[in-house]
């Protein structure tokens, strides 16, 4: 397992940009797949995006983020990020980071590894 640390939430008004960051520990962060996942109150925690293992650049999202978000990974730096842009009320939520070696399980919100979350409100 990987350990995660997200970071970049906040404040932010309709229409505006955050960029969320994601931290991980481990020497063989380049094998796990890696996503964005989001729980807003009394609401299930719900897939927004993931990339693929290694370089392979395979992204996919969730229909109501797709065109305002981006996801990215930097395997170097052990770093994931989402590029949020155009964001609206209904993106408030905690936002989490995570990590699986199986794709098909990462996209399940069933991945092994999370972080701890951060915070994005987005006011209208």
């Known amino acids: 397992q990987v350990q995660l640390v997200e970071s970049g939430g906040g404040l932010v008004q309709a229409g505006g940009s955050l960029r969320l960051s994601c931290a991980a520990s481990g020497r063989t962060f380049g094998s796990y797949a890696m996503g964005w996942f989001r729980q807003a109150p009394g609401k299930e925690r719900e897939f927004v995006a993931a990339?693929?293992?290694?370089?392979?650049?395979?992204?996919y999202y969730a229909d109501p983020v797709k065109g305002r978000f981006t996801i990215s990974r930097d395997n170097a730096k052990n770093a994931v990020y989402l590029q949020m842009n155009s964001l609206k009320p209904d993106d408030t939520a905690v936002y989490y980071c995570?990590?699986?070696?199986?794709?098909?399980?990462?996209?399940?919100?069933?991945?092994?590894?999370w972080g701890q979350g951060t915070q994005v409100t987005v006011s209208s």
């Open positions: 995570a990590a699986d070696p199986t794709w098909e399980i990462l996209v399940a919100v069933k991945a092994r590894s």
């Open positions: 990339i693929a293992n290694w370089s392979r650049g395979t992204t």
